[in-house]
């Protein structure tokens, strides 16, 4: 399902750039990249991505440049936006905030902070598209009913749903990093799908779903 998901990275480090392309591949991402902001903007408006994660300081043209002519343009105004910067400073952040972006992430990005913060954007784009997507993360049941999930497997899949990673994950439920690993690895064997993303929409398919749907009383 996940294969499905466009996203368009725009980085003018080359080394940078591969990292983000590999790790978004092996999760069965489609990956569009683009070596500059003008490029970026060009791409953007033909590819249709389904979010775009942008480099601030880039040549030519940076990464609010960037962001606000997708902003000003009706066709990509909505489109979620994810800032990469190699600086944390909080000036930083409220700029890109104020100009629209969905989230500002310092480099170098973690793998598991990174596909929370696409999941997290990629759900709340849905429900802003789909006004019936509304899921319920109050409880884990559905995912247990609904997916044939083991209790303690359907509670972490509750959280990876909401985009939390791995070691929050841990930390939320008093386990080991490596257990939420191995329940992961039960979640994908038991919906036959093999990325973490892919796990995400199918969990918040049955979460939007009213009780009946689910299975449960």
């Known amino acids: 399902m996940s294969s499905a998901l466009k996203v368009l990275v725009i980085e003018d480090e080359p080394e940078m750039r591969r990292n983000l392309l590999t790790i978004l591949r092996l999760e069965k991402f489609h990956v569009v990249a683009a070596q500059n902001g003008r490029v970026g903007v060009d791409l953007a408006k033909k590819e249709k991505p389904d979010i775009v994660l942008c480099d601030v300081m880039m040549p030519e043209l940076n990464g609010y440049g960037v962001l606000q002519r997708l902003r000003d343009d009706p066709a990509t105004a909505s489109m979620p936006f994810i800032f990469l910067t190699a600086k944390g400073e909080k000036s930083d952040v409220r700029s890109g905030m104020n100009l629209g972006a969905d989230d500002y ?27 019936e997507f509304k899921p ?14 083991t209790p303690r497997v359907a509670e972490v899949l509750l959280w990876v749903a909401q985009g939390k990673t791995n070691p929050e994950i841990a930390t939320i439920l008093g386990i080991s990093e490596s257990t939420v690993k191995k329940h992961m690895l039960e979640v994908m064997q038991a919906l036959s799908v093999e990325t973490r993303t892919a796990a995400t929409l199918r969990a918040l398919e049955v979460l939007s779903s009213p009780p009946t749907k689910r299975g449960s009383v």
Do not use: C, H, M, N
Not at 136 to 149: C, I, M, N, R, Y
């Open 105 to 131: 992430l310092t480099k170098p990005v973690a793998k598991g902070d990174l596909l929370a913060a696409i999941t997290s954007r990629l759900v709340r784009s849905a429900q802003q598209s789909r006004p």
């Open 136 to 149: 319920d993360f109050s409880s884990s049941l559905p995912l247990e009913t609904g997916l044939a999930l």
